[in-house]
């Protein structure tokens, strides 16, 4: 049976950071594209950033690009989403998922696999 459980998401100040985590369970992480995603109340869900199997393939929204790093330990299974210098609109739900085969796609329908996400809170 596979999981993907998010953790790692709080209450923050704005230019605060978080390290969010996804650990996989049920699926071998080595052959999957990984991706994080959010979805802010009232909107649609929405691309933040990828990494292929290889990690050889990176891709951030341009929102997040450089104050974000994705990033993944196979051995441990798990995928980190490192967020810096955060803002109001970063405000949202945020979800890991999987992709077979292994690239790093920017839309919800190219992911096989879902978490059920964690919540960041960005406000003073």
């Known amino acids: 049976q596979w999981q993907l459980v998010e953790s790692g998401g709080d209450l923050v100040q704005p230019g605060g950071s978080l390290r969010l985590s996804c650990i996989v369970s049920?699926?071998?992480?080595?052959?999957?594209?990984i991706g994080w995603f959010r979805q802010a109340q009232g909107k649609e869900r929405e691309f933040v950033s990828c990494?292929?199997?290889?990690?050889?393939?990176?891709k951030y929204a341009e929102p997040v690009k450089g104050r974000s790093t994705i990033s993944r330990d196979n051995a441990k299974n798990a995928v980190h989403l490192q967020m810096n210098n955060l803002k109001p609109e970063d405000t949202a739900v945020y979800f890991c998922?999987?992709?077979?085969?292994?690239?790093?796609?920017?839309?919800?329908?190219?992911?096989?696999?879902w978490g059920r996400g964690t919540q960041v809170t960005v406000s003073s």
């Open positions: 998922a999987a992709a077979y085969p292994d690239d790093c796609g920017v839309r919800v329908q190219d992911y096989d696999y």
């Open positions: 049920g699926i071998n992480l080595d052959i999957y594209g």
């Open positions: 990494m292929n199997d290889s990690g050889g393939s990176l």
